[in-house]
Nanobody, 118 residues
Framework: QVQLEESGGGLVQAGGSLRLSCAAS????????MGWFRQAPGKEREFVAH???????TRYADSVKGRFALSRDAKNTVYLQMNSQQSEDTAVYYC????????????WGQGTQVSVSS
């Protein structure tokens, strides 16, 4: 199994920045993709960004392109740098991970709240 622990959420003013972290532990060698989804009140969960390896291939939702940046370190932690935040970014952010060869995400974190005040 793989465990995911998120941190870094909080309250930020519009235009500000936050950085989320997601640390993976356990059988991390089976994972080839990690990233983030988010769910705003009354809305469905939506894809934000992910990074795949080898090759550090990143993909972003159109709504965050140019504002958010995803990176991964050698210790299986991924970071979501969120800049120029907008009120529409307010949501619970969930870290996810996918096993190599799987077609959907297998592991999820508990979620961390991000609130952007206008």
């Amino acid at each position: 199994q793989v465990q995911l622990e998120e941190s870094g959420g909080g309250l930020v003013q519009a235009g500000g920045s936050l950085r989320l972290s997601c640390a993976a532990s356990g059988r991390t060698f089976i994972v080839d993709t990690m990233g983030w989804f988010r769910q705003a009140p009354g809305k469905e969960r939506e894809f934000v960004a992910h990074i795949s390896w080898p090759g550090r291939i990143t993909r972003y939702a159109d709504s965050v392109k140019g504002r958010f940046a995803l990176s991964r370190d050698a210790k299986n932690t991924v970071y979501l740098q969120m800049n120029s935040q907008q009120s529409e970014d307010t949501a619970v952010y969930y870290c996810e991970a996918k096993r190599s060869g799987a077609t959907s995400y297998d592991y999820w974190g508990q979620g961390t709240q991000v609130s952007v005040s206008s």
